[in-house]
């Protein structure tokens, strides 16, 4: 066996020691519990057919894009849904990346310079810690939400300084203080970078919106693959961040452009969210029956948060993964996430909840999670 072979082996061990082992799983016939799909429009033969109509517009549409953007890969439709979306989220411009992951990538990678500071949320997504590292700017993290702790940050800072939030985090569920991070940012001088992933569709067009804090914010990542049911991401901001990052957002120029297929998805996704409401509606009502259901017994403590995000403490690897084990045996999709992805003590349930989910549901998941595992305990 090679020295590399030798070294995956020790690193699989040791996760496989320390219950934190990732594997890869294909799921059917489960109550979904798990994904992002928080309007139901991944899932929608309305959205289905409403692209399948669309396309036969463009009888000779491609496969694939065929290069990256700057050769052969940029159309007039990307550049128009581009402006299209911008406005939507009350934007000047935006520029479409092929995934949330590559949109924070490039923009945090490429916009703080040596000298600069970056200062993040401790629970920002890892997304957004890659691309920070790939810079050359100082960073600092302060406390999850708090004020206070920022703004010492933010008194130490040099250079151009950056501040970056989730407006809902994507493990906790909760929402970011947003109207007094602005406060925070304008009195320091500092840009406000908010990703909406987890936000978008689940509150409107997103929380920044909501707020009316679009002039407010420096720069904002929308991603597709969530409740809009598609795939990629879009950094919204001014014209001159979108040709700033044509030209230096290395996972946007090194790559394979998106298929027209893909990004007439996103289009058609948009106008459904505009009358989307009733579905809207019915999350909101289905988070709060969640929230008053499961927290009947008081059995386990359940992470403050209004969005769809629903987070259920159970600390120790082994324990979270045994009653996912128990609620997938029971009807029920749900997903343990593990340190090392959250901290240790703080391992969790993440439970997603949809639209088109259903109350029966909901109460028969709330009994399961409060029904106590034992050995010999394995039907709720």
Sequence with gaps: MSQAEDFIQKKLTERLQLDNFRVLKTVSGLVDFCSNDYLGFARSEKLKALVEAEIQQYPNYPNGSGGSRLLTGNTAFTEALEQQIADFHQAEAGLIFNSGYDANLGLFASLPQRGDTIITDELIHACIIDGVRLSYANRFIFKHNDL??????????????????????????????????????????????????????????????????????????VTFGKALGSHGAIVLGSENLRNY????????????????????????????????????????????????????????????????????????????????????????????????????????????????????????????????LSANNHEP
Excluded: W
Excluded at 251 to 271: D, E, G, N
Excluded at 276 to 298: G, T
Excluded at 320 to 343: P, Y
């Design 148 to 221: 206070n702790d920022l703004e010492k940050k933010l008194q130490n800072a040099k250079g151009i300084i950056y501040v970056a939030v989730e407006s809902v985090y994507s493990m906790d569920g909760d929402e970011a203080p947003l109207a007094d991070l602005v406060t925070l940012a304008q009195k320091y001088n500092a840009n406000l970078i908010v990703d909406e992933a987890h936000a978008t569709g689940v509150f409107g067009s997103g929380l920044v919106q909501k707020l009316k804090l679009e002039n407010e914010v420096f720069a904002r990542t």
């Design 245 to 372: 990052l044509i030209n230096f957002a290395r996972s946007f120029i090194y790559t394979t452009a998106p298929a027209f297929h893909q990004l007439l998805t996103t289009k058609i996704a948009y106008q459904l969210l505009k009358s989307s409401q009733k579905e809207q509606k019915k999350l909101n009502k289905l988070i709060a029956m969640f929230k008053k259901e499961v927290q009947k017994k008081h059995q386990y403590q359940l992470i403050e948060s209004n969005s769809a995000i629903q987070s259920i403490l159970i600390p120790g690897n082994a324990e979270a993964k045994q009653k996912a084990a128990f609620l997938q045996k029971n009807g029920f999709d749900v997903r343990a996430i593990l340190s090392s992805t959250v901290a240790a003590g703080m391992e969790r349930l993440r439970i997603c909840l949809h639209s088109y989910n259903t109350e029966a549901e909901i109460i028969r998941l709330s009994s399961a999670i409060n029904n106590p």
